[in-house]
């Protein structure tokens, strides 16, 4: 079964919005690598609405040579809103009925890991089903002072630490998986 | 100058206790205890906001005397009981424990006055509300986070909201056998 991965940006008090306001001084080699192999061991993204719509003006005019870019904008995006009705960004599918069962079906399709990137509500309506196998936060040496926080009011999870990683810039890679017991 | 370093046993998702003030959750162990320590060491003087100090002031006092008493407790309770503790609280009128004073305002000037003074470092416990009114003086020169695996969901926060924005240095980062992440950082 393919794993679903949520892949995040933190502040050190846990923010996790607009992270392009406050990650790309910390930005380097290392976590651009981190980065590349990530989005390369994975074959589609699973996005909530605010996420997606970012996106979808974002990325379609992003082309760099390594290649990032022409994949995003190539990959299946899965996208979880009961009031988008017209996905505009290349390869899209609309999620609008029942979450758990519909992601379910994604996860029981052959294929590589399922990123989510941001999609604070989407992580949080997952965890109430115990559907995500894998969290990667990459925690930022600042605090925001305010912001929405990435698990402001989760389900409460026993989490396994899998693997840290220090970047030099200061951001520490914190990846779990839930202990399922 | 000496310095501030708040110390802090923290969910994934930023809490230091659950909502009616657990603290069970918090993942132990020997090497955990013994870094602590050692951080702790530098330092000789506590300082804690109330809550922090009376869930203190139920367990040092006695906790080396008791039969159950680990090495951690005895190196603890021998730091902490003879140890300056300060505690700032507008409603604490007096303590038994030995060694405390009271301070019952203006929190940061005080803390500024003293790490004027010659000393080791001050050691700030838990105490998210004074640690906020001390961020926001930027009066704290190290954080050591100890981050546990596990996300509560709800509880009390480490951080309080502000309009700070502070950028930290990473100085050190460390994971134990149980599961938890050490992160200490320090002013940028």
Do not use: C
């Not at chain 1, 992270?19 to 192999?37: L, R, V």
């Not at chain 1, 609309?94 to 996860?107: A, H």
């Not at chain 2, 050692?38 to 906790?63: C, F, H, N, Q």
């Amino acid at each position: 079964m393919r794993k679903i991965v949520a892949s995040e940006f933190v502040t050190l008090d846990g923010v996790a919005e607009e992270p392009g306001k406050w990650s790309f001084p910390y930005w380097n080699e290392e976590i651009s690598k981190f980065k590349f192999d990530e989005l390369f061991s994975s074959d589609a993204l699973l996005l909530g609405r605010v996420t997606y719509q970012g996106f979808a003006k974002a990325w379609p005019s992003m082309i760099d040579e390594a290649g990032y870019g022409k994949r995003m904008n190539s990959f299946p995006k899965h996208v979880v809103s009961r009031t988008l009705e017209k996905l505009d960004w290349n390869n899209s599918h609309l999620i609008k009925g029942d979450i758990e069962k519909e992601v379910s079906k994604l996860k029981q399709q052959p294929g590589q890991d399922l990123l989510i990137f941001g999609s604070g509500q989407l992580v949080k309506a997952l965890m109430q089903h115990d559907l995500i196998d894998e969290y990667r936060l990459l925690v930022y040496p600042i605090i925001l002072g305010n912001g929405k926080r990435l698990f402001s009011d989760a389900n409460k999870a026993n989490l396994k630490l899998v693997e840290t990683k220090t970047f030099g810039s200061g951001v520490v890679l914190l990846r779990y998986q839930p202990n399922r017991k | 100058m000496r310095k501030v370093i708040w110390l802090n046993h923290v969910s994934l998702d930023g809490f230091v206790a659950g909502p009616n003030g657990e603290i069970d959750w918090i993942y132990l162990e020997d090497e955990l205890f013994d870094d602590g320590h050692d951080l702790i060491k530098t330092g000789d003087t506590a300082l804690y906001g109330r809550v922090t100090y009376e869930i203190m002031k139920s367990y040092w006092p006695t906790a080396a005397k008791s039969p159950m008493a680990t090495r951690h407790d005895i190196d603890h309770a021998n730091w902490v009981n003879p140890a300056l503790k300060i505690v700032f609280s507008r409603t604490l009128k007096a303590s038994d424990w030995q060694n405390t004073r009271i301070v019952r305002d203006h929190a940061a000037e005080e803390v500024g006055k003293l790490k004027k003074q010659p000393g080791k470092n001050m050691i700030l416990f838990a105490s998210p509300t004074l640690a906020s009114t001390l961020m926001g003086q930027d009066l704290i020169d190290e954080y050591w986070f100890n981050i546990n695996p596990i996300i509560l969901g709800r509880g009390k926060p480490l951080f309080q909201d502000t309009n700070t924005v502070r950028k930290l240095t990473l100085l050190g980062s460390k994971a134990y056998k149980n599961g938890v992440v050490n992160l200490h950082y320090g002013r940028n």
